[in-house]
C-alpha cells in the first residue's frame, strides 16, 4: 500500500535524510500507482525497489561516517582526493614507460 507519511516508512529508510525519505515515499507511491495490474506481493517488492534506485540516484552512503548524504558531497571529497593522488604521481615519458612495462 502506498505510505501516507513518512512515519510509515519502513526501518530500513529511517536514516536517510528527510529529502532523502521524501524522494523514497514519492519514488514507491508513484511506482504503486502505475503497477496497478500486479498483485500486491509483487507490486510492494518492485515499489520498493524503484523508491531505492530513486533515492541511490541522488545520494550515497558515505563510507567515513556511514551516513547518507548527496551525491555531490561524497564525489566532490573523493574528487579532491583524486586530485591529490595524482599530484604526488610522478609525471612524463618515464612514468608511462614503467606503466607499460
Known sequence: ?????ISELPKS???LPS???TLY???YNGCWEELDSIDDAAREKASHEAAWSAV???YEKDD???EWVKSEEVS???SRHVIR???SRPSGAASQAKAHA
Open 13 to 15: 529508510v529511517r536514516n
Open 25 to 27: 515515499m514519492k519514488a
Open 76 to 78: 566532490g571529497r573523493r
Open 64 to 66: 567515513e561516517t556511514g
Open 85 to 87: 593522488h595524482r599530484k
Open 56 to 58: 541511490k540516484e541522488q
Open 19 to 21: 529529502r532523502a525519505k
Open 1 to 5: 500500500m502506498p505510505f501516507q507519511s
